[in-house]
């Protein structure tokens, strides 16, 4: 029986990663679990990046904000994307799996900007990485596995952390 979601046919993965070992764990699962060794699956590795804080000339205190600030604040942001995007790369050549790898970086609220790239590439899999919060952190915070599961149009893998690695 063919189906969609056979190892023989072509699928896009979309794994969240970001600074967590739980979204690197969930990548790491999604290589030994979802992708089969010569498979023609593309691996997106989507990272989204907080949004922008809103500059004014002054802060509360009145202080100005001068453009050196601003500029090595931009510059932490892209070396934070930098040293996830290489991790994941890490995990990936250390799984012996031979996949094509897209790089998206998005910016905004995770969960909006997950669900809005996950539906537009029309992916065939979400794979995110559970923080473990406990019930009254998610109750405060909100999960954005738990909200992504709700508002995108294909199956959500939620790995659930483990401390073994």
């Not at 004014?56 to 995007?85: C, H, P, Q, R, W």
């Not at 065939?124 to 596995?145: E, I, N």
Request: with cysteine; charged share 20%.
């Amino acid at each position: 029986m063919e189906g969609k979601y056979m190892k023989n046919t072509e699928s896009k993965i979309v794994v969240a990663v970001d600074e967590s070992k739980e979204s690197m764990q969930a990548l790491s699962w999604c290589l030994s679990n979802l992708v089969s060794h010569n498979s023609r699956n593309t691996l997106v590795l989507l990272y989204v990046k907080p949004p922008p804080p809103v500059y004014t000339s002054f802060d509360a205190a009145g202080y100005v904000f001068s453009s050196d600030i601003i500029s090595a604040l931009e510059k932490y942001g892209s070396d934070l994307v930098n040293s996830v995007m290489t991790r994941a790369e890490s995990v990936i050549r250390s799984s012996g799996t031979n996949i094509n790898v897209e790089k998206i970086t998005g910016s905004g609220e995770a969960k909006d900007v997950i669900c809005s790239i996950v539906n537009k590439l029309g992916a065939d899999t979400l794979v995110m990485g559970s923080h473990g919060y406990g019930f009254f952190k998610r109750a405060l915070l909100g999960s954005v596995s738990d909200y992504c599961a709700k508002h995108v149009k294909c199956p959500v893998v939620i790995v659930k952390h483990t401390d073994d690695k």
